[in-house]
T-cell receptor
Framework: NAGVTQTPKFRILKIGQSMTLQCTQD?????MYWYRQDPGMGLKLIYY???????DKGEVPNGYNVSRSTTEDFPLRLELAAPSQTSVYFC?????????FGPGTRLTVT | AQSVTQLDSQVPVFEEAPVELRCNYS??????LFWYVQYPNQGLQLLLK??????LVKGINGFEAEFNKSQTSFHLRKPSVHISDTAEYFC????????????FGQGTRLTINP
């Protein structure tokens, strides 16, 4: 039981490039989430999903897109990367009473 | 909408001393309350949660927290800390209904000095 896995662990992007952050969970949770963590700040919600085929925006969705074709996978797409997207990205999955986090992806946009 | 305020950005304490990390929240609806811990360069790990029932909840690693509805607080405590407790601690809330989206505080960095 691996929990929530994320790839890659680290990535450096040039301004204007695109990439997809992968997230997979093996706990059969309906709910999945993407957060970003900036230095000295708490986590902010980017997008979330309540089940396969259903996604919605969180607090900071601009510049990102998501899809949820299966229960297990919830990829986050960055189009036209900008320096403001330099952050640590965490994927989480959860039941009604708690969320479980992946190890994170550290992204730098230069 | 909800908001969470962690009243201390940094808390230094000596090993084996007690510690309290303070958390206040604001919400117009009923919420669940959580504390998460983040060790350096790692993801977040659930420390404890309050869903309902007894207002004193116990978590992993000897931590406990008390929910105070009248003061809208959920302070985290440990009677005797260890070097290994050095980490960032996050308080978070989510609504009872809907997608249980978490709203986080800014975090408190706990540093344990020998």
């Amino acid at each position: 039981n691996a929990g929530v896995t994320q790839t890659p662990k680290f990535r450096i992007l040039k301004i204007g490039q695109s990439m997809t952050l992968q997230c997979t969970q093996d706990m059969n949770h309906n709910y999945m989430y993407w957060y970003r963590q900036d230095p000295g700040m708490g986590l902010k919600l980017i997008y979330y999903s309540v089940g396969a085929g259903i996604t919605d925006k969180g607090e900071v969705p601009n510049g990102y897109n998501v899809s949820r074709s299966t229960t297990e996978d919830f990829p986050l797409r960055l189009e036209l990367a900008a320096p403001s997207q330099t952050s640590v990205y965490f994927c989480a999955s959860g039941s009604l009473s708690a969320q479980y986090f992946g190890p994170g992806t550290r992204l730098t946009v230069t | 909408a909800q908001s969470v305020t962690q009243l201390d950005s940094q808390v230094p304490v000596f090993e084996e001393a007690p510690v309290e990390l303070r958390c206040n929240y604001s919400s117009s609806v009923s919420v669940y309350l959580f504390w998460y811990v983040q060790y350096p360069n790692q993801g977040l790990q659930l420390l404890l949660k309050y869903l309902s029932g007894s207002t004193l909840v116990k978590g992993i690693n000897g931590f406990e927290a008390e929910f105070n509805k009248s003061q809208t607080s959920f302070h985290l405590r440990k009677p005797s800390v260890h070097i290994s407790d050095t980490a960032e601690y996050f308080c978070a809330v989510s609504e009872w209904e809907g997608a249980q989206k978490l709203v986080f505080g800014q975090g408190t960095r706990l540093t344990i000095n020998p």
